[in-house]
C-alpha cells in the first residue's frame, strides 16, 4: 500500500497547492492513504475547523497538528469530536482530543496513526519516546501498518526516535523545520524513516513568513509583524511504500509538487 505524507499546510497558498496538486498526484501514485500535517494552515499559524474541513473535503483522510495546534481556540471542539484530526499525543493528562488514531484505506485496510510532540529546543511535554512506543503496542493488534510523526525542531531527537521505534512501526517522519530533509530510508528493521517533510506553502519565504519581516527580526532583535508569504509554493511530503501484511516499508520516496 502507498501512503503519502504531506508536510506543513502553510495558509492559503497551502490549501490552494493541496486544492490543485494533491488530487492528480494520488491518481497518478495509486495513493490509498493521505495524511497531512495542518498546523500551520490557518493563515499560517494554527488550524481552524474551517480550514481543517476544507482539507478534509480535498482528499486528506487525517490530519495532524503540532505546537501551534491551540491558536485557534474554536479548534478544540473539532479535536474532541472529529476523530480524522489529532493533536500531538504527548501532552499532559486531559489536554482535549487524541493523539492517536485508527484509520482504514478504501480498501479497508487499517492504519494507525500517531503523532508526538519533541522536547529538544521545544516546550517541556512528557516524553515522546515512551508516548509512541506505547500507543503503537496499543494499535498494533488492530493495525500492522502504523507511522508515527514527530513534529519536532532537532533532527536529532528525530533520527533517535527513529532508531527507537525501528522494527516497530512501518514509519517514523518528521514535521514542524518546514525545511524538506534528503536523507528518506528504510532502517534495518523495515521501518521508513525522513527527517522532515519539509512544508506545504510559499518557499520565497523563510519558513512561510515573509522573508522582508523575518530579516528584520534577525537584523535588529526587536519583535516585528509577520505575515504569510505568497511566491514559489510547493507541496512537499514523503511516499511511503508499504507491504501490507508485514508492516514493514518497502521504499521511501521523496515527494516535491510545484504550482
Ligand atoms: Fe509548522
Ligand atoms: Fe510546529
Redesign the pocket.
Known sequence: MRILCLG?IFGKPGREAVRALLPPLVKREGIDLVIANG?NAAGGVGLTPDTAQELLALGIDVLTG???IWKHKEIVPLLETEPRVIRPLNYPEGTPGRGAGLFHTAAGTPVGVISVLGRVFMEPVPCPFGASRRAADELRPQARVILVEI?AEATSEKRALGWFLDGKVSAVYGT?THVPTADEEVLPGGTGYISDLGMTGPYDSVIGMRKEEVLQRFLTQRPTAWTAAKGDVRMCGALFDIDEESGKTRAVQRVRENM
Open positions: 506543513d498546523e503540532g505546537n501551534h513534529h514542524h
